[in-house]
């Protein structure tokens, strides 16, 4: 270890994946920490027990120890309490988050990683951890002096009520010692107005206890400049025990509380938007609901959530992104400002805390003693109507929207960690139903989020536990009605839930990032049972599978087709990839360069669910593609409606014209099939030839289906 590397703040990384820590030690250390890895809760405590990093990042989902019991044995150990500890997980899932905080995780961050914005956090952290520890520093250091150091000193004696100052008390108030004489009720001038019952009440006690006391309170000079003192009283007693007076040491501490002040601001504010954060948020809303206990009193949170900030930071980069958060900001203090409904605490240095930020573009607003849930409402709409006005930002006029939760304490829960995250839960179910929507919270949420994570636990073992699998569509020859092909779709046989189709589990897939495992899967799956029908000689159709987004959009997705088409010795022409019309459409430049090397391998094009995507035809003739599925809301309206038949026979006519095959999805009847027999429609596939049916069951269609027209 070179001796420099020992000034770096070490950064204790605990995960079970080794390729993770390989990525992790790349980026961190490149970015000034000292990296130390272990692979199990236990063995990051034994780490941790011996060298006290900077920062912790675990990852939840681990063996021996999970990431949440690892959290809670860090926080318990003497030098874990005020450590920085990151969460790492693949899904923004509510539940998981509030039980990260719960058990004393400082944030989280989702997988895979932005390593750019986390190391930004990460050192953030660091600096506030450190600032922290030297303030606590400080503060001991300074209480040892002030027994020691003789600053300023007073005397009073009460039977004959005099007071006397030392030069140092004369100076400190810009008095001068020849002109002014002390006593109680001048002494008494010099304290700020506000503090007066405060020290007074000290004054009382210390008097009536006879115990010794140390006070701090503002003074007023007699330039009228306000100063911070802190003063340490004894009472002076006679020989018989009897109260005779009090004696005091006073110090100014204008600089330090400026210092204090300026650290607790790092430690408890934002620093984009100047709001106070989730932990200063979290300790006030903890005292907002002892005080509604205490009182019977209600309040209602609103978890905020912007709609389309991702999509602004992406394009224009995070200092845009930045002034946006700072604008937000400034309509939710303003509008808040002049509602009654606004709550009123005020912190240490008069900030108001009705609006903070949580992180990301996340806000939380507190709404103090609601007469009535409406009021809520009441004040939503307020906010959607201040935040969706066009913001301009140099010259660029930017529009935006706003997803919010509700929860009402007590009814909605009655400690800090539940209404958050319950009206966490509100706001998910709000963006659920669109943009510019607010939801209060109700059971049903917190039911379909328990049922959500739980099919999520048993998604993250589906692949290992070979519990996916594959059924076949056949698609037929619209003229002779011999099978060339089929399509792949998904199922999943889980144990726990039971035979599971597409469209119960791939949106949860696509929210937590499953989705790309399983698309690998069914790709390998596609080419693994094509190499044994080639073997059989039962080779001669074609297989498409549906992509998604996600999966196609990530690097190592060409790599991946390359690979598995190498590993089983396929021909790739017997594999066409199914693309919807929003996809190929997101970033046309990026996705003809994909396509192209799809096509390159020999893959073939198809574009699903034709006609019901973006609406421009510009890009059939710009992309390499192969086929156009016809819609089956299309298909379904043939026999009842002339403008469905006009619509096929135009896509039909379209595809003929730029040299694309067709296939007829949805086709259940006997009209539907004669019908697009007519036309010069390709291929049909539907429920009138077969439900999508287990690899044996479509063996036996193929051979049975080719044998009769043989035969005929």
Same mark, same amino acid.
């Given at each position: 270890?070179?001796?420099?590397?020992?000034?770096?703040?070490?950064?204790?990384?605990?995960?079970?994946?080794?390729?993770?820590?390989?990525? +992790?030690?790349?980026?961190?250390?490149?970015?000034?920490?000292?990296?130390?890895?272990?692979?199990?809760?236990?063995?990051?405590?034994?780490?941790?027990?011996?060298?006290?990093?900077?920062?912790?990042?675990?990852?939840?989902?681990?063996?021996?120890?999970?990431?949440?019991?690892?959290?809670?044995?860090?926080?318990?150990? =003497?030098?874990?309490?005020?450590?920085?500890?990151?969460?790492?997980?693949?899904?923004?899932?509510?539940?998981?988050?509030?039980?990260?905080?719960?058990? $004393?995780?400082?944030?989280?961050? +989702?997988?895979? +990683?932005?390593?750019?914005?986390?190391?930004?956090?990460?050192?953030?952290?660091?600096?506030?951890?450190?600032?922290?520890?030297?303030?606590?520093?400080?503060?001991?250091?300074?209480?040892?002096?002030?027994?020691?150091?003789?600053?300023?000193?007073?005397?009073?004696?009460?039977?004959?009520?005099?007071?006397?100052?030392?030069?140092?008390?004369?100076?400190?108030?810009?008095?001068?010692?020849?002109?002014?004489?002390?006593?109680?009720?001048?002494?008494?001038?010099?304290?700020?107005?506000?503090?007066?019952?405060?020290?007074?009440?000290?004054?009382?006690?210390?008097?009536?206890?006879?115990?010794?006391?140390?006070?701090?309170?503002?003074?007023?000079?007699?330039?009228?400049?306000?100063? #911070?003192?802190?003063?340490?009283?004894? =009472?002076?007693?006679?020989?018989?025990?009897?109260?005779?007076?009090?004696?005091?040491?006073?110090?100014?501490?204008?600089?330090?509380?400026?210092?204090?002040?300026?650290?607790?601001?790092?430690?408890?504010?934002?620093?984009?938007?100047?709001?106070?954060?989730?932990?200063? #948020?979290?300790?006030?809303?903890?005292?907002?609901?002892?005080?509604?206990?205490?009182?019977?009193?209600?309040?209602?949170?609103?978890?905020?959530?912007?709609?389309?900030?991702?999509?602004?930071?992406?394009?224009? $980069?995070?200092?845009?992104?930045?002034?946006?958060?700072?604008?937000?900001?400034?309509?939710?203090?303003?509008?808040?400002?002049?509602?009654?409904?606004?709550?009123?605490?005020?912190?240490? #240095?008069?900030?108001?805390?009705?609006?903070?930020?949580?992180?990301?573009?996340?806000?939380?607003?507190?709404?103090?003693?609601?007469?009535?849930?409406?009021?809520?409402?009441?004040?939503?709409?307020?906010?959607?109507?201040?935040?969706?006005?066009?913001?301009?930002?140099?010259?660029?006029?930017?529009?935006?929207?706003?997803?919010?939760?509700?929860?009402?304490?007590?009814?909605?829960?009655?400690?800090?960690?539940?209404?958050?995250?319950?009206?966490?839960?509100?706001?998910?179910?709000?963006?659920?139903?669109?943009?510019?929507?607010?939801?209060?919270?109700?059971?049903?949420?917190?039911?379909?989020?328990?049922?959500?994570?739980?099919?999520?636990?048993?998604?993250?073992?589906?692949?290992?536990?070979?519990?996916?699998?594959?059924?076949?569509?056949?698609?037929?020859?619209?003229?002779? $009605?011999?099978?060339?092909?089929?399509?792949?779709?998904?199922?999943?046989?889980?144990?726990?839930?039971?035979?599971?189709?597409?469209?119960?589990?791939?949106?949860?897939?696509?929210?937590?990032?499953?989705?790309?495992?399983?698309?690998?899967? +069914?790709?390998?799956?596609?080419?693994?049972?094509?190499?044994?029908?080639?073997?059989?000689?039962?080779?001669?159709?074609?297989?498409?599978?549906?992509?998604?987004?996600?999966?196609?959009?990530? =690097?190592?997705?060409?790599?991946?087709?390359?690979?598995?088409?190498?590993?089983?010795?396929?021909?790739?022409?017997?594999?066409?990839?199914?693309?919807?019309?929003?996809?190929?459409?997101?970033?046309?430049?990026?996705?003809?360069?994909?396509?192209?090397?799809?096509?390159?391998?020999?893959?073939?094009?198809?574009?699903?669910?034709?006609?019901?995507?973006?609406?421009?035809?510009?890009?059939?003739?710009?992309?390499?593609?192969?086929?156009?599925?016809?819609?089956?809301?299309?298909?379904?309206?043939?026999?009842?409606?002339?403008?469905?038949?006009?619509?096929?026979?135009?896509?039909?006519?379209?595809?003929?014209?730029?040299?694309?095959?067709?296939?007829?999805?949805?086709?259940?009847?006997?009209?539907?099939?004669?019908?697009?027999?007519?036309?010069?429609?390709?291929?049909?596939?539907?429920?009138?030839?077969?439900? =999508?049916?287990?690899?044996?069951?479509?063996?036996?269609?193929?051979?049975?289906?080719?044998?009769?027209?043989?035969?005929?």
């Amino acid at each position: 270890m070179n001796c420099p590397d020992l000034y770096l703040p070490i950064a204790l990384f605990i995960d079970d994946d080794h390729t993770l820590h390989l990525w +992790v030690n790349r980026y961190l250390s490149n970015a000034g920490f000292r990296v130390i890895s272990c692979f199990d809760g236990e063995q990051g405590i034994e780490i941790f027990k011996e060298m006290s990093p900077d920062i912790v990042l675990i990852d939840i989902q681990m063996p021996i120890l999970d990431g949440f019991e690892t959290c809670r044995a860090l926080r318990n150990l =003497p030098n874990g309490k005020n450590t920085p500890v990151i969460m790492m997980t693949v899904t923004e899932d509510p539940e998981g988050i509030a039980h990260a905080y719960a058990c $004393g995780a400082t944030d989280f961050v +989702v997988k895979p +990683v932005n390593w750019e914005i986390l190391i930004h956090r990460l050192h953030y952290m660091v600096k506030a951890s450190h600032n922290l520890r030297r303030l606590a520093q400080n503060e001991l250091r300074l209480s040892k002096a002030q027994k020691m150091a003789q600053l300023g000193d007073w005397e009073w004696h009460a039977i004959r009520n005099s007071l006397h100052w030392s030069n140092e008390i004369y100076a400190l108030l810009g008095l001068d010692i020849d002109d002014f004489t002390p006593n109680t009720r001048n002494f008494r001038d010099f304290i700020h107005i506000a503090d007066v019952p405060y020290v007074l009440r000290h004054l009382r006690t210390i008097i009536k206890t006879k115990k010794a006391a140390t006070v701090e309170f503002r003074i007023i000079t007699s330039t009228h400049q306000e100063r #911070f003192v802190v003063q340490q009283i004894e =009472p002076l007693l006679n020989h018989k025990g009897s109260f005779i007076g009090l004696v005091g040491i006073i110090q100014d501490i204008t600089e330090r509380k400026e210092q204090e002040n300026k650290i607790r601001h790092l430690a408890y504010y934002d620093y984009i938007t100047q709001l106070p954060n989730r932990v200063f #948020f979290l300790q006030f809303l903890t005292k907002t609901i002892e005080l509604a206990k205490r009182n019977k009193r209600h309040f209602a949170i609103l978890f905020l959530d912007l709609d389309g900030f991702k999509g602004i930071n992406d394009t224009y $980069g995070h200092q845009v992104g930045d002034m946006l958060l700072k604008e937000v900001s400034t309509r939710l203090t303003d509008g808040l400002r002049c509602s009654d409904l606004a709550s009123r605490f005020f912190d240490y #240095f008069d900030h108001k805390v009705d609006v903070a930020r949580l992180g990301g573009d996340e806000f939380i607003i507190l709404l103090n003693e609601l007469a009535q849930p409406e009021d809520a409402a009441t004040v939503a709409e307020r906010i959607k109507r201040w935040i969706t006005k066009p913001i301009s930002l140099g010259d660029r006029q930017m529009h935006i929207g706003v997803s919010m939760g509700i929860t009402v304490y007590p009814h909605d829960g009655d400690d800090s960690g539940t209404l958050l995250k319950n009206a966490d839960m509100a706001m998910y179910h709000a963006k659920k139903l669109g943009k510019g929507h607010y939801q209060f919270f109700h059971k049903g949420m917190a039911l379909r989020a328990e049922k959500r994570l739980e099919m999520e636990t048993y998604m993250n073992l589906a692949v290992a536990k070979n519990e996916l699998r594959l059924h076949y569509q056949p698609v037929v020859d619209a003229r002779s $009605g011999r099978m060339i092909g089929a399509e792949a779709l998904l199922r999943w046989q889980c144990p726990q839930l039971g035979f599971l189709p597409p469209n119960d589990f791939i949106s949860l897939a696509e929210e937590n990032g499953m989705i790309n495992q399983f698309g690998a899967w +069914v790709i390998r799956e596609v080419c693994r049972q094509y190499s044994i029908w080639q073997q059989q000689e039962f080779d001669d159709l074609t297989i498409s599978v549906n992509l998604s987004s996600l999966q196609f959009n990530q =690097p190592s997705f060409i790599p991946m087709i390359e690979s598995t088409l190498q590993e089983y010795q396929v021909d790739p022409a017997f594999l066409t990839f199914e693309l919807t019309e929003s996809m190929i459409m997101a970033d046309t430049d990026k996705m003809l360069v994909k396509l192209n090397e799809l096509k390159k391998l020999g893959i073939k094009l198809s574009v699903d669910d034709f006609g019901t995507g973006y609406s421009s035809l510009s890009y059939l003739n710009r992309f390499p593609l192969d086929y156009l599925k016809i819609d089956r809301s299309f298909v379904k309206e043939l026999s009842k409606s002339q403008d469905a038949a006009a619509i096929v026979n135009a896509i039909l006519a379209l595809a003929k014209a730029l040299n694309l095959k067709t296939i007829a999805e949805g086709v259940e009847t006997d009209q539907q099939k004669q019908f697009l027999q007519n036309t010069t429609c390709d291929a049909i596939q539907g429920y009138y030839y077969s439900k =999508p049916v287990p690899v044996e069951e479509f063996q036996h269609f193929w051979t049975l289906t080719n044998k009769a027209i043989l035969q005929t």
